[in-house]
């Protein structure tokens, strides 16, 4: 040890060796807004993923419900009497509906999903965003304060 990092007792003086050592302030004050405001991002977030599954199960409910009222009216006019051919020619059109039906309501639910998809990746993208200005600007008011 040297005389220099020896206190009066000759023992090791730690304030004499880091006295001139300081460590960086920190602005608790800024530190929690940033922290509160993360947190209501990510409540927002939060809340339109779930307005985005409500909405998507109750389209998928309202689709649900079409199909079994179409297959009713299907089967009731499967059970009427009537010539084979045109019975048939009934049924040709009857599953191109159905099929162009599902391929519409397919693309709607997809449609459905990513908008909620993009409403939350936008207000996490915008937090985000927002926390490297934060951050930038504390960092200029700490250069400009030493």
Same mark, same amino acid.
């Given at each position: =040890?040297? *005389?220099?990092?020896?206190?009066?007792?000759?023992?090791?003086?730690?304030?004499?060796?880091?006295?001139?050592?300081? !460590?960086?302030?920190?602005?608790?004050?800024?530190?929690?807004?940033?922290?509160?405001?993360?947190? $209501?991002?990510?409540?927002?977030?939060?809340?339109?993923? @779930?307005?985005?599954?409500?909405? !998507?199960? $109750?389209?998928?409910?309202?689709?649900?419900? /079409?199909?079994?009222?179409?297959?009713?009216?299907?089967?009731? $006019?499967?059970?009427?009497?009537?010539?084979?051919? $045109?019975?048939?020619?009934?049924?040709?059109?009857?599953? *191109?509906?159905?099929?162009? *039906?599902? !391929?519409?309501? @397919?693309?709607?639910?997809?449609? !459905?999903?990513? *908008?909620?998809? =993009?409403?939350?990746?936008?207000?996490?993208?915008?937090?985000?965003?927002?926390?490297?200005?934060?951050?930038?600007?504390?960092?200029?008011? /700490?250069?400009? @304060?030493?």
């Amino acid at each position: =040890m040297t *005389k220099a990092a020896t206190g009066t007792d000759g023992l090791f003086d730690v304030g004499k060796v880091f006295g001139n050592f300081r !460590l960086p302030s920190f602005d608790v004050e800024a530190i929690a807004a940033t922290q509160r405001k993360n947190l $209501e991002a990510l409540t927002q977030a939060n809340q339109l993923a @779930a307005e985005g599954v409500r909405a !998507l199960a $109750e389209r998928q409910v309202g689709i649900l419900q /079409q199909a079994i009222v179409e297959a009713s009216g299907l089967f009731r $006019e499967w059970t009427q009497p009537g010539a084979a051919d $045109e019975r048939l020619a009934k049924s040709v059109d009857a599953a *191109k509906q159905t099929f162009e *039906k599902g !391929l519409a309501n @397919a693309r709607e639910l997809n449609d !459905l999903s990513a *908008k909620a998809g =993009m409403d939350v990746f936008s207000v996490l993208a915008r937090r985000l965003s927002q926390s490297f200005d934060e951050v930038r600007l504390y960092a200029k008011k /700490q250069i400009a @304060a030493h």
